[in-house]
């Protein structure tokens, strides 16, 4: 029963903080306009950056990466204290329910982003040296490609790679829980860049530096 409760807290508080999605609230406070009704309509640092410049955009994932790690700290903390499991387990489920708050807020009617930069807090959060071999990746991808897109799609894929090869063979710990979780916030990653894959395919995908013609 105290299992239970503490996972329903973190499941709740992540939630809850994954729904504070940062690209709506900067555009907002910032621009008084609601950054889904502009560009690709997506609520993502991306977006804004395009749309409001660097500044925006800057808050935007700092603020989104920051939900994640809350989430997953605060998850940490409640498991070590109260639960009488490892905190880990509390970390993945702290890090899939921030990715479906941001994905679908709460706070503003359910309509999110993509998930990349809150799914990278809570990687962070959860054991920071997962996200060097990805961050890695990210900018290989991003640098040959110029599109930000594929990166985050290459990066999710990849994320429950990297973290069974990580717990399995150097922390010794629960190599499938954590696996399984990562391939769901991975999974869910992938799903929702399903547009972008299209255009990927057909060559109409942006990319950065490039002026549509």
């Known amino acids: 029963m105290k299992?239970?409760?503490?996972?329903?807290?973190?499941?709740?508080?992540?939630?809850?903080?994954?729904?504070?999605?940062?690209?709506?609230?900067?555009?907002?406070?910032?621009?008084?306009?609601?950054?889904?009704?502009?560009?690709?309509?997506?609520?993502?640092?991306?977006n804004v950056l395009r749309t409001f410049g660097k500044g925006a955009a800057?808050?935007?994932?700092?603020?989104?990466?920051?939900k994640g790690v809350?989430?997953?700290?605060?998850?940490?903390?409640i498991?070590?204290?109260?639960?009488g499991v490892a905190p880990i387990y509390g970390a993945y489920v702290a890090a899939i329910?921030?990715?479906?708050?941001?994905?679908?807020?709460?706070?503003?009617?359910?309509?999110?982003?993509?998930?990349?930069?809150v799914a990278t807090g809570t990687i962070?959060?959860?054991?920071?040296?997962?996200?060097?071999?990805?961050?890695?990746?990210?900018?290989?991808v991003f640098g040959a490609s110029k599109m930000v897109s594929l990166a985050s799609i290459s990066c999710a894929a990849a994320y429950p790679v990297v973290t069974f090869?990580?717990?399995?063979f150097i922390a010794k710990q629960d190599a499938v829980w954590t696996t399984l979780c990562a391939a769901a916030v991975g999974g869910l990653v992938i799903w929702l860049h399903?547009?972008?894959?299209?255009?990927?395919?057909?060559?109409?995908?942006?990319?950065f530096g490039k002026k549509k013609g």
């Open 97 to 117: 329910f921030a990715v479906l708050g941001h994905v679908y807020p709460l706070y503003f009617g359910f309509r999110g982003g993509k998930a990349v930069s």
């Open 165 to 168: 090869l990580y717990f399995f």
């Open 70 to 77: 809350l989430a997953v700290l605060l998850a940490k903390w």
């Open 58 to 66: 800057a808050l935007t994932i700092v603020g989104d990466i920051g």
């Open 3 to 46: 299992l239970l409760l503490c996972g329903a807290v973190c499941a709740v508080l992540a939630y809850l903080l994954g729904s504070l999605s940062f690209s709506i609230i900067v555009s907002k406070a910032l621009f008084h306009k609601d950054i889904r009704t502009f560009g690709s309509g997506n609520a993502g640092m991306t």
């Open 194 to 207: 399903r547009g972008n894959i299209e255009r990927i395919k057909n060559g109409t995908e942006y990319r």
């Open 79 to 83: 498991f070590g204290a109260f639960s």
């Open 124 to 140: 962070v959060a959860i054991q920071p040296v997962l996200i060097l071999p990805l961050v890695v990746l990210f900018f290989s």
